[in-house]
């Protein structure tokens, strides 16, 4: 349970309840933390899946989560990278599969519904956590405390404060971190399907000139879409009717997945790239999409985003075994050495390739397909881009690593 006044120093609020901000307020309630989450339920239900890689699987696992979903995701065993540019310098087709680097699966893919109603059962049955479906109003960083005001009215204070507020974030605003935005000119269409065809537990990514067309592979025969278009082809492709969509899907995964149907909801998402210049500050940690925006190519977004929580939730857990200030300084500078060399590299190598696709600079074509052709065919390199995937070497924090906190 919650003591009415934790100790100074020792509690902790969350504010947003998506992904990374559920797995931090888990993170944290476990390691013995009293937390309060200030989160609502989405207005709109969230049609995207999350390929969950690079030891998201086993820090769900270690919290108490993934055996409350696991039976709603399917495995990842291959990966397939396809040119599909029709460019004069094109790539050769790259496909990863776990067996070469000794493993079932890379990862699971699943329904960010179904993760997050897991993460929210699990929160639910958390002693030290205190789950408020509101939102904040303000949040006031001061020396010893930040004080987070709700719409409601009530006001909490607490040492430490996880900003897990998303792109717009005013726990980033509150702690006085500027951000490094660029937009993209792409929309990502998100739609979930059934199909005629097995997906064989592989993912696709078809390389367009407008971005990335991916399939992801969901429990039975089913996958997601993540179609990445130009601004004018996003407003055309996502206000066909659903057999229309569904004739335009399996024209560009060419009839990979046979007859497609389109399921219920669609989402269109602006792209861009968004990097915190620091990822904490002012008793306030920043996580998921408050700290950083990547386009979604190799599914890293959230995968990051659970590293984040996991990260903050072992250094927080730490200083109260200690008996340390969760919020001091010395533990947000700590926080933001252990996520900045994971985020900046993802971010860059993302945002890299993703601007090879979009350009029409034949020598740069050329550099990426000399890339992709060099990951092909050296396999000493595929296998360390593969680990590298699955157990990043910048950032395994314990909870990756399967250890409690
Ligand atoms: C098309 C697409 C596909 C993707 N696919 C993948 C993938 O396969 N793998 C992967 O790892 N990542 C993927 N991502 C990235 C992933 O979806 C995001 O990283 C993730 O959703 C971010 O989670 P979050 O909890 O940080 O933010 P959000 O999900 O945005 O949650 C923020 C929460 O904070 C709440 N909030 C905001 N302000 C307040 C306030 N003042 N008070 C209280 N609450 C507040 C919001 O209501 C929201 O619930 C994808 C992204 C896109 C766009």
Known sequence: ?????????????????????????????????????????????????????????????????????????????VMRIVDDTGRLWRAPEVKFSAREIDRDAFGYNIENRHLVAALMQRAHQLGHLRIVENEAGSVVPE????????????????????GADGRKSLCRTAAGIASDQR????????????????HRDASTEFHTPSGPFTLVPLPGQRSSLVWVLDPARADDISTLDDAALAAAIERASHSLLGKITVEPGRGLFPLGVATARAFAARRIALVGEAAHVIPPIGAQGLNLGLRDAASIGERAVAALGHGEDIGSDAVLADYDRMR????GSRSMAIDLMNRTLLTDFLPVQGLRGLGLYMIDRIGPLRRAVMREGVAPGAAQPRLMRGEAL
């Open 183 to 198: 937009e993209y000119p792409q929309l990502a269409l998100t739609v979930c399907l059934t199909h005629s065809r097995p």
């Open 1 to 77: 349970m919650i003591p009415d006044k934790p100790a100074r120093g020792t509690s902790a609020i969350v504010v947003g309840g998506g992904p990374a901000g559920l797995t931090a307020a888990i993170a944290l309630a476990t390691g013995g933390i009293a937390t309060v989450l200030v989160g609502k339920p989405p207005a709109r239900a969230d049609n995207r899946t999350t390929a969950l890689l690079g030891g998201s699987v086993t820090a769900l696992e270690t919290l108490g989560v993934w055996p409350l979903c696991a039976a709603k995701a399917a495995p990842l065993k």
């Open 340 to 343: 900045r060399a994971d985020v």
């Open 143 to 162: 020396a010893d405390a930040v004080t987070v005001t709700l719409q409601s009215g009530e006001t909490l204070t607490a040492a430490l404060v996880i």
